[in-house]
């Protein structure tokens, strides 16, 4: 069974940065593609980045490109999600998750099998 676990989330200022962590089941990472979603309150779960596991192509959302990266560990065991020059709008809660998405749903909740608990990211004007 795929466990996932986010940490790195917190209070930063407007224009800082963070980076969040996914543990996850050895090797996880070495047979699923992972993805960072986000959900702000009142809003749906929102797609932010994901890195395709044949050939490690990345796919951002546009509200964060260029300022989101995602990369992961050679061991496939976690992944992270470099976040700079965060905004006030960035603030929610991060999920980090898995699963082996056709190219058309690779952006989409569907697409994705095991979800983490998520992490709170909090950013101040």
């Known amino acids: 069974q795929v466990q996932l676990a986010e940490s790195g989330g917190g209070l930063v200022q407007d224009g800082g940065s963070l980076r969040l962590s996914c543990a996850a089941s050895?090797?996880?990472?070495?047979?699923?593609?992972p993805a960072w979603f986000r959900q702000a309150p009142g809003k749906e779960r929102e797609f932010l980045a994901a890195?395709?596991?044949?050939?490690?192509?990345?796919y951002y959302a546009d509200s964060v490109k260029g300022r989101f990266f995602i990369s992961g560990d050679a061991a496939g065991n976690t992944i992270y999600l470099q976040m700079d020059v965060l905004r006030p709008e960035d603030t929610a809660v991060y999920y980090c998750?898995?699963?082996?998405?056709?190219?058309?749903?690779?952006?989409?909740?569907?697409?994705?099998?095991?979800w983490g608990q998520g992490t709170q990211v909090t950013v101040s004007s």
């Open positions: 998750a898995a699963g082996r998405p056709i190219l058309s749903s690779i952006r989409t909740m569907r697409g994705y099998n095991y």
């Open positions: 890195r395709r596991l044949s050939g490690g192509t990345t």
């Open positions: 050895e090797g996880t990472f070495a047979t699923y593609s």
